[in-house]
């Protein structure tokens, strides 16, 4: 995820919850092995396409905690994994995802760097790929809620799905259907202060974050048990970039290069160490 993510309106909704932080509850997020976590960015794309089941694949054999995946709906109603709006970036195919049905998007071949040939998948062949393997971090573009939960729940993945909300409306949805399913999204700019961190996450409870809007705010978000996953992901993304992010005390960050990431933790002890997600 880059720039498109934006972060959502505060409006009063009642919602269901388990575990007691202060004066509010949250869902507990998938469960991970490793004390820092590293979400890999559309999958481990360098080399193989992004949000593609090879991508997944490769995410997982590095050993990433997370692999993030894009969510989209054809126009005949299939979930598939697709960043932008139309598929002219990532195919050889032109056109809005919303404007075409499976059976064209099936035909279309994504851009590839080792000159093998892959297609965009569908939400049901990430789950299987995925299950009891990887998290995924689920940045729901636009999609249907009742059908995407009842996708993860066929595949048995509720406890290992986090999703990403980008419209209130969809925040809305999920806490109505997926009660739950522990849900991200970015925090406004506009909170300066811990009382109004605090009456944000009452209106709107959230388990995680991608933001840190006041960094003065970060010991109120550790104790309103929020945890924060920073978006590193950058042409120049290094060692450098993910201290100053590790510095801050996130629980994670998400990464396009997370076999260097990975690595970088295990030269220097940072891997395995104890558990901050909450």
């Not at 598939?80 to 970036?89: G, M, P, Q």
């Amino acid at each position: 995820m880059m720039n498109c993510k934006t972060s959502l309106l505060t409006f009063l909704f009642s919602c269901f919850v388990f575990i007691t932080f202060g004066q509010r509850t949250i869902v507990p997020l998938p469960k991970c092995k490793n004390g820092f976590i590293v979400i890999a960015h559309r999958g481990s794309h360098l080399i193989k396409p992004e949000n593609s089941i090879a991508a997944i694949e490769e995410a997982i054999n590095l050993g990433a905690d997370y692999v993030e995946i894009d969510l989209r709906t054809t126009r005949d109603g299939h979930l598939v994994l697709i960043h932008n709006e139309t598929v002219d970036h990532t195919t050889n195919g032109k056109g809005r995802i919303g404007d075409l049905n499976l059976d064209q998007v099936e035909k279309f071949v994504l851009n590839a760097k080792d000159g093998q040939l892959y297609r965009l998948p569908s939400f049901k062949e990430a789950l299987k790929a995925c299950k009891n393997r990887i998290n995924i971090y689920l940045d729901f573009k636009d999609a249907d809620v009742a059908q995407a939960y009842k996708e993860i729940k066929s595949a048995g993945m509720e406890k290992q799905v986090l999703v990403y909300i980008n419209k209130a409306e969809q925040y809305k949805s999920w806490r109505t259907l997926a009660p739950n399913m522990p849900l991200m999204s970015g925090l406004p700019k506009s909170i300066k202060t811990k009382e109004e961190l605090t009456f944000f996450l009452y209106k709107m409870p959230l388990e995680a974050t991608d933001n840190i809007p006041n960094e003065a705010l970060f010991d109120a978000m550790r104790e309103n048990g929020l945890s924060v996953f920073l978006d590193v992901q950058m042409a120049d993304e290094d060692a450098v970039k993910w201290k100053a992010a590790m510095d801050k005390g996130v629980q994670g960050v998400q990464t396009d290069h997370p076999e260097a990431l990975i690595k970088y933790l295990q030269t220097n002890n940072l891997r395995n160490g104890t558990k901050v997600c909450f």
